[in-house]
Every structure is written in structure tokens, then in C-alpha cells.
Nanobody, 122 residues
Framework: QLQASGGGLAQAGDSLRLSCAAS????????MGWFRQAPGKEREFAAA????????SYADSVKGRFTISRDNAKNTVYLQMNSLKPEDTAVYYC?????????????????WGQGTQVTVSS
């Protein structure tokens, strides 16, 4: 089970940090990702982090502004979002997958959290 939190209202240029807590004992064996879905748009990939945290991947739209990290001792993945823009407004979902070959960050993902709303005003 994945539980996302940390969303809210922000102004352009502000920062927010999202957290996603996972239950279970296999967290360190999971690739973790963050996705987002803006109103009227399809869900899109934002960022992902390898099981050990040694590799990360970002969508071009967030690269340089967002940082994904994880704490395997706490079964938690984070998304630090800096320099927020109105176009970052979306519901943000954390997701997890067991890597079994192919591109490690694109999915498909096996588990999804409930989503947390991020709204950025100009």
C-alpha cells in the first residue's frame, strides 16, 4: 500500500515536498516513481528512482527543479519540488514496480497510491 502526502497550495516559485510511505517489507526491492495528472490531461511520468537510490530519471518538464529521493529504512520516497510553476498543477501519484527487464523507469508500475493534489498559482 502506498500513501502519498504533502500536496497543497503554492505560489509560483515556491517549493513543496511530497512524501510517499509504503507498507510491507520489500520496499528496497521496488523501483519508485512519481506521476502526475493535470485536469483534462493524461497521467504523465515525472520522476523515478532505482531500488538503491543510485539512479534517478526525470521528465524534461521537471528536470532541474524536482528531486526524487528515498529512505529505504523508512520505506518512504520523496519528491522535492522547487521553482514551482502553474503548469505543475496536478494530482501527483506515487507508484512502485518490481523491475523485470526493459526500461527500469517507464513501467509498467505494479502499485499506485491514492494521489495528492498540488495547485500552483501565478
Amino acid at each position: 500500500q502506498l500513501q502519498a502526502s504533502g500536496g497543497g497550495l503554492a505560489q509560483a516559485g515556491d517549493s513543496l515536498r511530497l512524501s510517499c510511505a509504503a507498507s510491507g517489507s520489500t520496499f528496497s526491492g521496488l523501483v519508485m516513481g512519481w506521476f502526475r495528472q493535470a485536469p483534462g490531461k493524461e497521467r504523465e511520468f515525472a520522476a523515478a528512482i532505482w531500488r538503491s537510490g543510485g539512479s534517478t530519471s526525470y521528465a524534461d518538464s521537471v528536470k532541474g527543479r524536482f528531486t526524487i529521493s528515498r529512505d529505504n529504512a523508512k520505506n518512504t520516497v520523496y519528491l522535492q519540488m522547487n521553482s514551482l510553476k502553474p503548469e505543475d498543477t496536478a494530482v501527483y501519484y506515487c507508484a512502485a514496480r518490481y523491475y523485470n527487464g526493459g526500461s527500469w523507469y517507464t513501467g509498467p508500475y505494479d502499485y499506485w497510491g491514492q494521489g495528492t493534489q498540488v495547485t500552483v498559482s501565478s
